[in-house]
């Protein structure tokens, strides 16, 4: 039985670890800041981590309406989007994940870009 990229790279324990580096980025970016003013960071990152676990195919589960949900109200642009997954990248680089891996996570995020983008180019949602 084939492991899953979360198990191969340490599970909730490694997961934890980037998504912790991942927003110390986030913060400093000029884009991504302001969405996370009054953000109660401990809360998001554990929640980040129980998603960034599923993309890497680890046992949690958000469906796709509680990601709409959870984002519904946030007014995410395309360009945040875009420089999110690219921070996110980055990271999955800086813990030396496999090229085929970081390719395979991004490409799980990406895929939820409909979901979490609340915000056409034209402004509106």
């Given amino acids: 039985m084939t492991q899953s990229t979360f198990e191969r790279y340490g599970g909730f324990a490694t997961v934890s670890k980037?998504?912790?580096?991942?927003?110390?980025k986030v913060m400093e970016s000029?884009?991504?800041?302001?969405?996370?003013e009054s953000v109660?960071?401990?809360?998001?990152?554990?929640?980040?981590?129980?998603?960034?676990?599923?993309?890497?195919?680890?046992?949690?589960?958000?469906?796709d309406?509680?990601?709409?949900?959870l984002h519904a109200r946030l007014g995410v642009h395309d360009?945040?989007?875009?420089?999110?997954?690219?921070l996110f990248t980055e990271t999955l680089e800086d813990f030396e994940l496999d090229d085929d891996d970081i390719d395979a996570i991004a490409g799980e995020l990406s895929v939820r870009r409909p979901l979490i983008v609340t915000?056409?180019?034209d402004g509106r949602g």
């Fill in 79 to 86: 360009e945040a989007f875009d420089e999110m997954v690219e």
């Fill in 65 to 69: 309406d509680m990601l709409r949900q």
């Fill in 40 to 63: 109660d960071m401990r809360r998001l990152v554990d929640h980040q981590t129980q998603f960034v676990s599923q993309l890497m195919g680890g046992p949690v589960a958000y469906t």
């Fill in 18 to 24: 980037v998504v912790l580096a991942f927003y110390e």
């Fill in 119 to 121: 915000v056409g180019e």
């Fill in 30 to 36: 000029d884009v991504l800041a302001d969405y996370f």
